[in-house]
């Protein structure tokens, strides 16, 4: 249990925000006191790196409730999650405060976990609210240039359904992969009206289209397969104005397993509807057939976008699909294939980035061939933005 903390910014008496003003009343004030350190102006609220050679940060060391509540909601408010600490917004660690009357305490302090290089340097490491400081609460434009040139690209992600139900679905793996690549991961519902997509896109850096149910043939001369598990038609519609829309502005943009299918009937390509009755020498099962771990070889084509951010010529990838691409739609290109000669992805080299893959490589981006495309899809995205800047 937490019994001090080092408080030098918002959880300071009197500059409390509503939210925690109730916690921080029943906190007591041992008194003011200083941490070896840097304090860094976050904008709206200070952040601290602790640095025993550095200068000092000058706050106050506040006695904690004895209550598991306090803390927890201490912890929520500033985005620690003790099982998780790398990837939390502040880490809660143990400091050396040394108090004004020369008593040194030892006590929990929330530092910034994120990065600051590009932020500024409180110098005499005492922080007050911006209003205090006679600064507008808000970044003025200049600083607020400096803080979007140097944030991550943010990414849409393509939302699914649960079972019919009046509700959305996204896999945890989507958005945690563009966290790895450096992005940041949004969602967005597709039970919205049209004629918002220009707005939604202008949100974005890039876009992910997710995996999810089939497509309905009809958009490429077809009539349903008696085992196609037909899409929501409000996803279909939606995502295939979404998709236009991105194409349009040129946007970044990957799509996965029915995201790879949406992208290639978009360009007037069709799909196989059902691969265990499609000839083909080799055949090999693509369904994932109740076998989580069921994995197989693609072939990266060299010279492709795909292949030089893989940089192999071959993969090992999971697989759990029924359907796949049959004719590739207008200016696109092959870049993966599966050992029986199954599509495994196409691209369009003459965009940014308009890339798809029929794996899910979202569930292995553990490993570095398969962070790749989202990576790329970072990357792109924040080149994107920048030059729209200039």
Known sequence: MVDHLFAYGTLQP????????????????????????????????????????????????????HDADALLRLDAYEGFAPDDP?????????????????????????????????????????????????????PDEQELEAMTQHRRPVIGVTLGTVDGKPRYELPFDYTTSIERAGGIPLAIPYRTDLSLIPEIVDLFDGMLFTGGNDLDPALYGETYHPRAEPVDPDRQRFELALLAEVERRRTPALGVCLGSQLMNVHRGGSLIQFLPEHARDGAIEHRMAGDDGRRHVIRIEPGTVLGGAIGKGQIVANTRHKQAISRVGRGLRVNATAPDGVVEGVEDPSMPLFLAVQWHPENLSEQPEHLAPFKLLVEKAGRGRVEDRR
């Open 86 to 138: 790398a990837r939390s917004l502040f880490r809660r660690v143990q400091c050396r405060a040394e108090l004004d009357s020369g008593r040194v305490c030892e006590c929990g302090v929330y530092v910034y976990n994120g990065e600051v290089a590009e932020s500024r340097l409180i110098a005499a490491g005492v922080w007050q609210p911006r209003t205090v400081l006679g600064l507008p609460q808000q």
């Open 14 to 65: 009197g500059y409390a925000p509503a939210a925690m003003r109730d916690v921080v009343e029943r906190m007591r004030s041992v008194g003011a006191a200083k941490v070896r350190g840097r304090l860094y102006d976050l904008g709206a609220y200070p952040g601290i790196v602790l640095d025993a050679g550095a200068g000092e940060v000058t706050g106050q060391v506040l006695e904690l409730p």
